[in-house]
């Protein structure tokens, strides 16, 4: 599910509570969390609704200034049900905190190394490797990083988002950057040959 900008804000202050989508199945549940780039949108009630039924209020609560403007902006129906979206409103996305620190503590660092551990069983040295790749690379596009590893792009720009999971990669309009995080970790790296 994908929001403009304008969008986020209003959702951050509360002024849009309401999504109506189209869809041949829901993209996203009650209960779970969506990370967009003003927060962790948090998703309430996701239920099938009738067109019919929609009101001035509910266009207004999705950021329109009336029903019609809302049906004029959904897409065409087709073999697609009309879905309301509830917001629950929106949160810090926890990994702003996380990469914004560039200390490390001992229990940290080896929470860290235990988890690149695991992940590097089946190559060892992949994700320091990745880490130290950005570090040298930053703004360069996800497929020319993936050929230098000769891996498909899907799955190297799942691997940077494990990584990212975990505060130490950023996202730019193209390509990735360490953060300070990151930094502080690929210094570690170093420091322990991992």
């Known amino acids: 599910m994908l929001f403009k900008q304008s969008s986020l804000d209003k959702i951050a202050r509360g002024d849009i509570t309401l999504a109506f989508r189209r869809w041949k199945r829901p993209t996203v549940k009650a209960g779970t969390r969506l990370r967009t780039a003003a927060g962790v949108v948090r998703i309430g009630k996701v239920e099938p609704t009738d067109e019919a039924g929609l009101t001035d209020a509910d266009a207004m609560a999705a950021g329109y200034a009336d029903r019609a403007a809302l049906l004029a902006d959904l897409r065409a129906g087709g073999d697609r049900s009309l ?112």
Do not use: C, M
């Open 83 to 194: 879905y309301r979206i509830a917001f629950d409103g929106i949160e810090v996305d926890a990994r702003i905190g996380l990469r914004n620190s560039g200390d490390l503590s001992d229990a940290d660092w080896h929470a860290l190394a235990a988890r690149f551990e695991r992940w590097d069983k089946t190559a060892p040295g992949y994700f320091a490797a990745i880490l130290s790749l950005i570090a040298r690379n930053a703004a360069t596009s996800a497929a020319s990083l993936a050929d230098k590893f000769s891996v498909e792009k899907p799955k190297f720009k799942q691997d940077v988002r494990k990584l990212k999971e975990l505060g130490l990669t950023e996202s730019l309009d193209v390509g990735y950057k360490l953060s300070p995080r990151g930094e502080a970790v690929l210094e570690r790296l170093r420091e322990h040959r991992l």
